[in-house]
């Protein structure tokens, strides 16, 4: 099976401390996939390894097809990363950031143009072009970043708790627009903690301490672990891990 | 022009054909958005060198004139006020009180604002018209002015003897003759001393402070990590950051010789072009400086206080534009020679004073651009790593 990021125990060790034990996942064109786990258990370091902004100690993994050991420079350019803080410039207004990130991924005057007018229009960015990025609210900061990640049409995009710290209407219309992005074919790798977020995932994989505890779809999650509601499932294999 | 290709090919381990222009561009677009936008600091960045000639220009004057002393004279003749009037109308000294008897002469140092205190001996009359006696004078200092204090120690005597022989008419004995010349700066305007020390010290504090905190702030920031993600490389990144800030050095670097020649006076023996070139490599070696505190610093509060000790401080006191390099301890020598501000004094003084050229500048030039290439390799080097 050709996957759209395969990992072979995947390894991470900052000195004594082991942040990623091992982890294979497999995850399919078009998937949306949730990284869960509690703050430190290693998902950020994660997906840092699968961008390419660390080098795993041991293991392998391939994105896009591509060696994140060796092709690096191939992975980027098809892949869109959102961090869990928001990272682009406050102080230029939001156009420009669009059309730095968009020449950055080396896309030329007429399609950073169209893409653009496409993208703002998708998440209703369109009137705010001329303001300043740092005066926008939260929720639409984070949008702007998902365009910004989004604008080179990656095949994969990854998001680091892309809502953080976001109001729950405009978490959900963020979630729309990832469904929607999903269904025209992206990859989609999310960690976040909070458990509605998870339900909108196609699988999502539990990580304790740097190993995954348990990967499987949301609904099989619960039936497994006989639970009304995704977060008992959670705590049921979070505690059965700790013991 | 010849930084961009200098920079390509140093920061690259291929020819300079790896960069992708566009991306570079881009980048150097949002930087001058950047700079456009933060407009206070704008200010500053083109104000201070303007500035700090004028405080330098009007405080900084070396040369001594009319220190203030008193005179003990507990028996007034003729002659001894003849000899008072002379030290008063010197342009050296400026007599602010003549008095019989001082009493405790250091109440004279603690209350009255004087630098010296001229005691003539009672007899002093008496013993200056009989041959054989020397009439004596004892000179108090005060110290406390380190500087002035020794100026003062190694002027007074021969000018007082001076003084006195023409007072009686005695023609000046010769025994050596002694005639001193002074090159270069004959009139020793300060100003020939302090713009090239100002160009040296500016261009380095603007050069790598600007660079490690633009650096630093897009680490704050995370978008350094956001562009990593991205297509572009690490030294595309470092170009693109820092060509603007070499411009805006070298804009500064005019502004400094501009004030320089139309409010001081100082103008430039050799080649401007040489200068110009000589500034760009020192502020290429600069900016390099700045870099590499930017890859070991995490926030911009640590840049600003690696920068100041590193940079500032060195170029200050170990260049040789206060203190003479030969009269520091051996070890401050060797490390004056580790840094990049005493290879350009050496230049832009031998430019703007003794009209020197390539033929004997271009040790010092080569000095300072392996520097600068040496700095960038090892911060492109320690940007690239990954943790």
């Known amino acids: 099976m050709n996957y759209s990021i395969e990992t072979n125990d995947l390894t991470k060790k900052f000195g004594p401390y082991t942040a990623v034990d091992h982890i294979n996942v497999g995850v399919q064109a078009g998937e949306i996939f949730g990284f869960l786990g509690a703050n430190g258990a290693g998902k950020t370091t994660a997906i840092r390894m699968l961008c390419g902004l660390l080098t795993p100690t041991s293991g392998s993994g391939h994105v896009a097809g591509f060696d994140i050991m060796k092709e690096t420079a191939k992975i980027r350019t098809r892949i869109g990363y959102m961090s869990q803080k928001f990272s682009l410039y406050p102080d230029l207004v939001v156009r420009d950031n669009l059309k730095l990130f968009g020449s950055l991924y080396g896309l030329n005057k007429r399609d950073l143009a169209a893409r653009m007018d496409e993208m703002s229009a998708f998440l209703g960015l369109t009137d705010l072009l001329p303001r300043i990025t740092g005066s926008l609210p939260w929720g639409w900061q984070q949008r702007l970043s998902l365009a910004c990640a989004n604008l080179h049409k990656p095949q994969i995009l990854f998001l680091d708790e892309p809502t953080g710290s976001v109001d729950p209407v405009s978490r959900r219309n963020f979630w729309d627009l990832i469904q929607l992005l999903s269904a025209q074919g992206t990859t989609i790798f999310v960690t976040t903690h909070h458990m509605d977020e998870a339900e909108y995932c196609h699988r999502i994989s539990i990580m304790i301490s740097g190993k995954i505890a348990a990967m499987d779809s949301p609904q099989a999650l619960k039936k497994k672990h006989n639970c009304e509601t995704l977060l008992e499932a959670f705590l049921a294999i979070v505690e059965g891990g700790n013991r | ?387």
Request: charged share 15%; glycine share 6%; net charge positive.
């Open chain 2, 1 to 387: 022009m010849s930084i961009h290709n200098s920079l390509g090919t140093g920061a690259a381990s291929r020819p300079g054909a790896r960069f992708s222009n566009p991306r570079i561009r881009a980048l150097i677009r949002k930087e001058v958005w950047h700079i456009m936008r933060d407009w206070q600091t704008l200010l500053i960045v083109l104000a201070m060198p303007v500035f700090m000639m004028f405080l330098y220009g009007y405080a900084l004057d070396v040369n001594i004139n009319d220190v203030e002393v008193m005179v003990e004279d507990p028996s007034p003749t003729p002659e001894t006020a003849q000899l008072i009037r002379a030290i008063d109308h010197s342009s050296l000294f400026k007599v602010k009180g003549v008095v019989n008897s001082v009493g405790n002469p250091d109440d004279i140092f603690k209350k009255r604002h004087v630098k010296a205190l001229f005691r003539l001996s009672p007899s002093f009359t008496r013993d200056l018209l009989r041959p054989g006696s020397p009439a004596s004078i004892q000179v108090l200092i005060d110290g406390s002015d380190q500087n002035l204090g020794t100026v003062l120690r190694n002027v007074t005597e021969p000018f007082l003897q001076k003084t006195t022989l023409s007072l009686l008419n005695v023609p000046v004995p010769v025994t050596i003759d002694v005639r001193q010349t002074i090159l270069y700066n004959p009139q020793q305007k300060s100003a020939l001393y302090f713009v090239p020390g100002l160009m040296v010290i500016i261009l380095m504090m603007i050069s790598a402070l600007l660079t490690s905190l633009t650096i630093t702030r897009e680490k704050e920031q995370g978008s350094l990590e956001q562009m990593l993600v991205s297509p572009i490389r690490p030294a595309e990144i470092l170009i693109g950051k820092i060509a603007p800030y070499v411009v805006l050095a070298a804009i500064d670097g005019a502004l400094i010789l501009l004030v320089g020649y139309f409010v001081f006076g100082v103008s430039i023996s050799g080649s401007l072009t040489l200068l110009s070139v000589a500034s760009l490599i020192y502020i290429f070696a600069a900016l390099s400086l700045g870099l590499l505190i930017s890859t070991i610093s995490k926030k911009q509060e640590h840049a600003m206080l690696i920068v100041l000790p590193a940079t500032v401080l060195p170029t200050v006191l170990l260049s040789g534009f206060i203190f003479p390099i030969a009269s520091l301890p051996v070890w401050l020598q060797l490390l004056s020679m580790a840094i990049p501000a005493t290879y350009f004094l050496e230049i832009i003084r031998g430019i703007i004073l003794k009209g020197v050229g390539l033929a004997e500048l271009w040790r010092p030039m080569l000095v300072l651009g392996s520097m600068g290439l040496f700095l960038l390799a090892v911060s492109v080097r320690k940007f690239r790593v990954k943790a």
